[in-house]
């Protein structure tokens, strides 16, 4: 008699953040990893492969999962709300003034908020002139998100690269910014949707 492979539901915690999938043992050769139609993660894999191999599978992979699982939350989401000039402005100050006090027992100083519609960039930090700029279109994404971006941007005045300086920071300041960046990811759109004057 010929049974057939339970699946097993596992979780693993990731440099992404925790993932969930469905593990299941099977007449295969390799580690097969495939991501549904609801975003729900399967792995199959040999007879003898053991749990933790899975486990190291998915966290390896994290990334890519997490990319793929975004370009189809992308695809799917219904169209982000519009976002006057006025309240474009009063979002992102309010981000701005929500994370500047992370930033300021260190000596940065204030700057001034540029607001731009960019094409490819959530914000720059011009750290020799005092100001950064955030890209409109971040209004449109969740607060979180924006409080990301203008953090990120504020601790360039410490750390003008992405050197390990800049990321042990950031890690210090906002222990997440690592799945709000990747969160970050499937707004995109909002750039490419994007339309109107510079702030």
């Avoid at 043992?25 to 492969?49: E, H, M, T």
């Avoid at 219904?78 to 981000?95: D, I, W, Y």
């Avoid at 994370?99 to 204030?110: I, K, M, Q, R, T």
Wanted: net charge positive.
């Amino acid at each position: 008699m010929v049974t057939r492979p339970i699946p097993q539901l596992r979780m693993v915690d990731t440099p992404h953040g925790p993932l969930t999938y469905v593990l299941t043992r099977k007449q295969v050769k390799n580690l097969n990893l495939r991501i549904g139609a609801d975003g729900q993660i399967s792995v199959s894999v040999p007879l003898r492969c053991s749990a933790g191999q899975a486990d190291g599978f998915i966290r390896e992979k994290s990334g890519w999962i997490m990319d793929a699982i975004c370009r189809r939350k992308e695809r799917q989401a219904p169209p982000l709300p519009a976002v006057s000039g006025e309240e474009c402005v009063r979002l992102l100050r309010e981000a701005l003034l929500r994370v500047y006090p992370l930033v300021e027992p260190l000596g940065v100083a204030f700057p001034v908020l540029k607001l731009r519609r960019l094409k490819s960039q959530w914000g720059n930090c011009h750290w020799t002139q005092g100001y950064i700029t955030l890209n409109t279109a971040l209004a449109r994404c969740p607060e979180e998100l924006r409080d990301y971006v203008a953090l990120h941007e504020l601790v360039h005045f410490l750390h003008h690269d992405h050197g390990p300086g800049f990321y042990a920071r950031m890690d210090t300041l906002m222990p997440d910014w690592r799945q709000r960046r990747r969160a970050l990811k499937c707004f995109g759109g909002a750039m490419e949707e994007e339309g109107g004057e510079d702030l």
